[in-house]
């Protein structure tokens, strides 16, 4: 029982780490003040309504662009704390009841459990189906 809460623990730490270092970004897309899209880890694409710049240098008359791209980076950690003797004991007490609840919530359930298998069917006094029919003349 000890090697599993030990695995289980290496592993939650594992995602711990791996999400808490990990950066991206979220990229969206408003047309006015509707968001269009939301990307993540890449460019939102856009409604198709942005404005082209003019082809003459010439032309002074330009009209403001409803679309605006905002972009939102979310930034990891860089550095880890690899100390973890500094856990309190209500802390281990919340870990080790986690995980003990998750170990014995899927326990038991390989077995085919039916709640019909105690009771008779009851008894047909009457044909059912001769009572419901109708017959056209």
Wanted: net charge negative.
């Amino acid at each position: 029982m000890k090697q599993i809460f030990h695995k289980i623990g290496s592993l939650l730490m594992a995602f711990v780490v791996l999400f808490s270092t990990m950066s991206f970004t979220l990229n969206m897309h408003y047309c006015g003040d509707t968001l269009v899209e939301t990307a993540i880890f890449h460019k939102a694409k856009g409604c198709g309504m942005e404005m082209e710049k003019p082809s003459t240098e010439t032309c002074s008359i330009t009209k403001k662009n409803c679309c605006d791209d905002k972009q939102l980076a979310i930034e990891g950690q860089n550095e880890l704390q690899l100390q973890v003797d500094k856990v309190t004991f209500q802390q281990q007490v919340f870990i080790a009841s986690f995980i003990y609840s998750y170990i014995n919530l899927f326990e038991g359930l390989d077995k085919n459990v039916s709640s019909f298998e105690a009771y008779k069917p009851p008894l047909v006094v009457k044909d059912i189906f001769k009572i419901d029919e109708t017959y056209l003349i």
